[in-house]
T-cell receptor, first 114, second 111 residues
Framework: NAGVTQTPKFQVLKTGQSMTLQCAQD?????MSWYRQDPGMGLRLIHY???????DQGEVPNGYNVSRSTTEDFPLRLLSAAPSQTSVYFC?????????????FGPGTRLTVL | RKEVEQDPGPFNVPEGATVAFNCTYS??????FFWYRQDCRKEPKLLMS???SGNEDGRFTAQLNRASQYISLLIRDSKLSDSATYLC????????????FGTGTRLLVSP
């Protein structure tokens, strides 16, 4: 199993550009989520999904959209990139919810917005 | 006050030393607790869950103190490979996994 995969690994955008960060998992996990990690801030939840067709906002959702058309894929869209969105983005999946289950993280996408 | 607070370190220890980290949390309703390990420029990975009675996994021991709202991680006989950042993670209320991540404690083990 590949686990959780993310593409691209690195990306540089100009302010105002849009892009999609891809995330896929092959563990048949129902729960998937997107986090961003910034220095001194810890990981913060952007959006999450409890199953195909169901998504909800996390702690810092502004400027991001998600969709979950399949169990495997959970892309994150940046609508109009801003320098404040410069960060490392991690996608994660888990077998169950409620905070009792191990989170499996992808390798991350390092995004720079100029 | 942050929901989860950790000393950022770094903790510099020689190989073979014992080192302990603490993490405090503010939500008394928190139900589950974890330690994740994150290597430089890598993704976090689960190190161990923390149970009410305390638990041990090899050289690693985790403890929970609900009364004082902190969890601890003890590493015995430190190895060079233990050098990493250790993230304290706490589950909030019920519903989706409202996990709150600490900013991490950096450990550097030297020869």
């Amino acid at each position: 199993n590949a686990g959780v995969t993310q593409t691209p690994k690195f990306q540089v955008l100009k302010t105002g550009q849009s892009m999609t960060l891809q995330c896929a998992q092959d563990m048949n996990h129902e729960y998937m989520s997107w986090y961003r990690q910034d220095p001194g801030m810890g990981l913060r939840l952007i959006h999450y999904s409890v199953g195909a067709g169901i998504t909800d906002q996390g702690e810092v959702p502004n400027g991001y959209n998600v969709s979950r058309s399949t169990t495997e894929d959970f892309p994150l869209r940046l609508l109009s990139a801003a320098p404040s969105q410069t960060s490392v983005y991690f996608c994660a999946s888990s077998r169950g919810a409620g905070g009792y289950n191990e989170q499996f993280f992808g390798p991350g996408t390092r995004l720079t917005v100029l | 006050r942050k929901e989860v607070e950790q000393d950022p370190g770094p903790f510099n220890v020689p190989e073979g030393a014992t080192v302990a980290f603490n993490c405090t949390y503010s939500n008394s309703a928190s139900q589950s607790f974890f330690w994740y390990r994150q290597d430089c420029r890598k993704e976090p990975k689960l190190l161990m869950s923390v149970y009410s009675s305390g638990n041990e996994d090899g050289r690693f021991t985790a403890q929970l103190n609900r009364a004082s709202q902190y969890i601890s991680l003890l590493i015995r006989d430190s190895k060079l490979s233990d050098s990493a950042t250790y993230l304290c993670v706490v589950n909030g209320n019920t519903g989706f996994q409202k996990l709150v991540f600490g900013t991490g404690t950096r450990l550097l083990v030297s020869p």
